[in-house]
């Protein structure tokens, strides 16, 4: 059993500053990579920002410059630090992890989503 847990989000004016953290429990045995997707209303989930075990991250180019992941393997955690936070950043978040659940067995595991809203 893995489980994967969202904290953070809420409601932020725009220029403002909001983070998210997530934290995965249960059968880990090896952390490959976790991140961030976002999704609105009518639109596909879109990946925001990933972090892999050798600390490498990639962003979609709407957050670079704005949105920081960072990770915490150690204790099974991902970060989201997000800055100069604009309307079209509202969107339920996600956070996901590809792991080992043993030396064979990988999936990928998501969160239940925490919304993120950004008002004028």
């Known amino acids: 059993q893995v489980q994967v847990v969202e904290s953070g989000g809420g409601l932020v004016q725009a220029g403002g500053s909001l983070s998210v953290s997530c934290r995965v429990s249960?059968?880990?045995?090896?952390?490959?990579?976790m991140g961030w997707y976002r999704q609105t209303p009518g639109k596909q989930r879109e990946l925001v920002a990933s972090?892999?075990?050798?600390?490498?991250?990639d962003y979609t180019d709407s957050v670079k410059g704005r949105f920081t992941i960072s990770r915490d393997f150690g204790n099974n955690a991902v970060y989201l630090q997000m800055n100069s936070l604009k309307l079209e950043d509202t969107a339920v978040y996600y956070c996901?992890?590809?792991?080992?659940?043993?030396?064979?067995?990988?999936?990928?595991?998501w969160g239940q989503g925490t919304q993120v809203t950004v008002s004028s």
């Open positions: 996901y992890a590809y792991l080992y659940t043993s030396p064979r067995d990988w999936d990928q595991y």
């Open positions: 249960g059968s880990v045995f090896r952390l490959v990579a």
């Open positions: 972090v892999n075990a050798g600390g490498a991250t």
